[in-house]
């Protein structure tokens, strides 16, 4: 994670950004030191990458690597505005003694975890494209991580990166929105997850599915409440967690955990 220390929203670059709304800086801290002591308390392990003037978007650390098996594949930003957050991740992973880290830099452009994730049971990588990433990182992707892709079109600008409309809850479930995706993307996420939890357009519009789930504790934004419901009926333990200010540069509770999968 990487402390909103200077977050600001002073460029659009995706529907949520309203640069003439203000953000209210103090606010935003507090709200992702609670996001972080959520995650501790649950027993996780939190990294805190410094963060760097002049890169407000900085916060979302989710976008800047994508790690599966011990390796991690780097990201490429779609935007000038981010592409120096790249780099730092990079060095973030050089210097971690454990697992000791096989970095690869990408040449395609793509925004890491915002656009990849990883279900463990069946080993599969889901990936999104049609906004930010481009369809030719899932094939390096493949390559540098060597797990079979399974690549997904995003349709609705709103939700730009497949973590605003899909998220893996255990080894072998996922929760999505179906009509974030194209209609043969969605008939390969029925094929593959015939039992996955499905969200409605407020969940989504909520932020809900940009959560974190350790396989029994999901945690998601405070507006998410109707999935919330759906995922403690389904067996699992919501934490809700208010990230209003966040919500205003277009992310939620994913954006802010880059996860390290050793
Ligand atoms: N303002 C950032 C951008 O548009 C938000 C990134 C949100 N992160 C995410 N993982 N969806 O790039």
């Not at 649950?42 to 407000?56: E, N």
């Not at 992973?93 to 279900?119: K, L, S």
Request: hydrophobic share 45%; proline share 7%; aromatic share 10%.
């Amino acid at each position: 994670m990487c402390p909103p220390a200077y977050f600001t929203v002073k460029y659009a670059i995706n529907p949520w950004m309203d640069t003439t709304s203000p953000v209210d800086a103090d606010l935003a801290g507090k709200q992702w030191e609670r996001l972080r002591e959520t995650l501790v308390e649950l027993g996780h392990r939190v990294h805190v990458l410094t963060p760097q003037a002049g890169l407000p978007d900085m916060v979302y650390a989710a976008n800047g690597a994508f790690s599966v098996d011990g390796t991690v594949y780097g990201a490429r930003f779609r935007y000038p505005q981010r592409a120096a957050e790249a780099a730092a991740h990079q060095a973030f992973y050089a210097i971690q003694d454990e697992p000791g880290w096989r970095f690869v830099a990408p040449t395609e452009i793509n925004e890491g975890e915002g656009d990849f994730t990883y279900v463990p049971g069946p080993g599969l990588i889901l990936a999104g494209y049609g906004f930010r990433t481009e369809p030719t990182a899932h094939a390096e992707a493949q390559e540098v991580l060597g797990r079979p892709v399974i690549s997904l079109r995003l349709v609705d600008p709103r939700f730009y990166h497949l973590d605003m409309a899909l998220a893996p809850l255990d080894d072998t479930t996922i929760a999505y929105y179906p009509a974030a995706f194209s209609a043969s993307s969605q008939a390969v996420l029925r094929q593959l997850f015939p039992d996955a939890v499905l969200a409605s357009e407020p969940d989504a519009l909520a932020f809900g599915l940009n959560l974190v789930s350790d396989g029994r504790n999901v945690v998601l934004s405070s507006e998410a409440t109707a999935l919330a419901d759906r995922l403690a009926a389904a067996g699992y333990l919501p934490r809700l967690v208010e990230l209003t200010e966040l919500k205003k540069g277009g992310g939620s509770v994913k954006c802010c955990v880059a996860e390290l999968r050793s």
